[in-house]
């Protein structure tokens, strides 16, 4: 197999990147959409695309994707409220709850969106080396059979037009969930216009939370909140451990915890 990522710049600054993993067949076309969407991305036209193919010479792991778990906040506020409380649910102090909110908000890399994610402890402490570019998942997608199966659901909840924001994040974030020392991930899109954003784990699924911030604004980011992971190896398995998603899990509403 193949990994074809595609990251677009403007000044020096991420607008956009992408990714997938494909058999020898499938670069080109490949090739070619991810061209078009570093071409028409909402946060402007790059002066800087780069793709790259390379060969993926470890095994591909294959897994069943998370279930996506939909949370009806209505608003900001009860967005973010809902994100805080599953990451309490989830074990994560506080504090460390309070300073991830705030990087995203503010901008992770001072005042601006990072290409990757911040790496937390449960000490508050970011371990990613390098604070403007984070840790980039990498080397993962979705088979044709599992996408068209979260498509159909989707399309059952009426979420059909955020059918590649959806695809896209729950592939990173069952890859992610499933890599040792990960206990979860919060994100939101730098997007301006996308306001949706998730908490993801192992235990509770991908709990997808209609507004985590104000139409209009483009800061977002993402947040791995892990415990005892060695920092390299743990990199490593994000960065190289080619996985692709098989099986789509399901999609279901949100209730309350003791549901999930
Ligand atoms: P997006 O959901 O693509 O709008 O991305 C939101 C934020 O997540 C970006 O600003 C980056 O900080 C981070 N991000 C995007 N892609 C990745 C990735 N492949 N791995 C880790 N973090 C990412």
Redesign the pocket.
Known sequence: MYSVRMRAEKGGRHI??AERLVSEEEIQDSVQSLTGRALSHERGKPDFVNISVEAVKSPVKNLASLPVILHNAGNVMEGRNAARRTLEFLGIPGFCIQKALSLLENG?SDGQ?????IIMDMQGNRLEPDRER?????RMDITEKAAGELTKSLSGKGLSSYFT?VK??LV?ATKVASIDGTVAEL?????PY?TAGYVASGRTGYIRIPYLKENGDSN???VFFVDNINIPGYINEIENKPVLIDRFAGIREFTDFHTI
Do not use: F, K
């Not at 969106?113 to 994610?117: V, Y």
């Not at 994100?187 to 997007?191: G, Q």
């Open positions: 956009s990147g992770p969106s990072m290409r990757g994610a984070g840790v980039r998942a990498t924001h896209e994040a990173l994100c939101w899109s730098d997007d996308y977002g980011g993402r």
